[in-house]
Structure formats: structure tokens, C-alpha cells
């Protein structure tokens, strides 16, 4: 942050920006899904500011933020042979509980 500019009024602190080659837009949106290897960052009613600053963009992203356990092919295979079950079923079943023991239980 720039010292001196904490009290600054928004409109003022937008058009400095801009001065200073600065663009930021508000982007409409439902949720934000950051995909790992090894599962998911989900941001529920996320805030999304696109920030464009010498040619480079960057998003600030605020909101309800949960993780989710990621799955592989193996897990789902797994859980379709046990139960029977397809494969949209055994994924279902798994984002669901986010177990898979759980998953097959649920599915028997």
C-alpha cells in the first residue's frame, strides 16, 4: 500500500490508479475451483477482481473458501467394482462423502 493514501476515498484511489496505468475490473462470478493434484480449492461466493498492471494480469479472489480431497481414476474403478455401480454413480457417490469406504457403503 501506498503511505499515506489508507484514508483516501475510493473513487480518488481508483483514478490514481489509473494515473499510474493501473486497471481493475470486477468480474461476475458464481464460484472459483483452483484444481491441485491432490484435490480442490473451492471459493463459494467469491469477490473476483481482475487487476491489469503493465500489460500483466493478475485476480484477487476472496469468498467462502473450502478444500476437497482429489480422486483418481483408481478410486473410482475401485469403488464400481465393489458396488456394481457405474462410473458417474461411484463419482458421485465419492464427491458426496469425500470417502471412499464411505462411498461404497453408500452405494451397496
Same mark, same amino acid.
Given at each position: 500500500?501506498?503511505?499515506?493514501?489508507?484514508?483516501?476515498?475510493?473513487k480518488k484511489m481508483q483514478g490514481l490508479m489509473k494515473q499510474m496505468g493501473i486497471n481493475q475490473?470486477?468480474?461476475e462470478a458464481d464460484r472459483v475451483v483452483i484444481e491441485k493434484g491432490? *484435490?480442490?480449492?473451492?471459493? $463459494?461466493?467469491? %469477490?473476483?477482481?481482475?487487476? =491489469?498492471?503493465?500489460?500483466?494480469?493478475s485476480f484477487q479472489v476472496t469468498g467462502d473458501i473450502k478444500e476437497?480431497?482429489?480422486?483418481?481414476e483408481g478410486d473410482v474403478?475401485?469403488?464400481?467394482?465393489?458396488? *456394481?455401480?457405474?462410473?458417474? $454413480?461411484?463419482? %458421485?457417490?465419492?464427491?458426496? =462423502?469425500?470417502d471412499i469406504a464411505e462411498a461404497i457403503v453408500k452405494l451397496s
Open positions: 500500500m501506498i503511505p499515506g493514501l489508507g484514508g483516501m476515498n475510493p475490473d470486477e468480474i491432490d *484435490g480442490n480449492i473451492v471459493i $463459494e461466493n467469491p %469477490k473476483v477482481m481482475k487487476i =491489469t498492471m503493465q500489460g500483466q494480469e476437497e480431497e482429489g480422486f483418481n474403478k475401485m469403488i464400481m467394482e465393489k458396488t *456394481g455401480k457405474s462410473e458417474d $454413480e461411484a463419482k %458421485k457417490a465419492l464427491e458426496e =462423502t469425500s
